[in-house]
Nanobody, 125 residues
Framework: QVQLVESGGGLVQAGGSLRLSCVASGRTFRRYAMCWFRQAPGTEREFVAA???????YYADSVKGRFTISRDNAKNTVYLQMNSLKPEDTAVYYC???????????????????WGQGTQVTVSS
């Protein structure tokens, strides 16, 4: 059974930075694409960034140039470095693992079968 545990959220002023981490267990981590989604109150969960098993990355237009996703396969961990944060980045951030191994296409939300509990990010203006 896959377990994903996020950490690193918090309260930060606009323009600041945070780094989120997600530690995975239960499957061979290096084989699976990983993704970050977020959900603000009253909105649907939305895609933020993804990294494939081979290191390819995808980003939502709203975070391009500000956020960076990376992975450390030795630590079974995926990261989301968030710089130049804006109040509209405020949300609960979720880590997710792809259902299938060795995928390289930009993943969609239904592709992810395992989710973390989420970590709150609040950006004050």
């Amino acid at each position: 059974q896959v377990q994903l545990v996020e950490s690193g959220g918090g309260l930060v002023q606009a323009g600041g930075s945070l780094r989120l981490s997600c530690v995975a267990s239960g499957r061979t981590f290096r084989r699976y694409a990983m993704c970050w989604f977020r959900q603000a109150p009253g909105t649907e969960r939305e895609f933020v960034a993804a990294i494939t098993w081979s290191g390819g990355t995808y980003y939502a237009d709203s975070v391009k140039g500000r956020f960076t996703i990376s992975r450390d396969n030795a630590k079974n961990t995926v990261y989301l470095q968030m710089n130049s944060l804006k109040p509209e980045d405020t949300a609960v951030y979720y880590c997710a693992q792809h259902r299938d191994p060795f995928t390289t296409n930009q993943p969609q939300q239904p592709d992810f079968g395992s989710w973390g509990q989420g970590t709150q990010v609040t950006v004050s203006s």
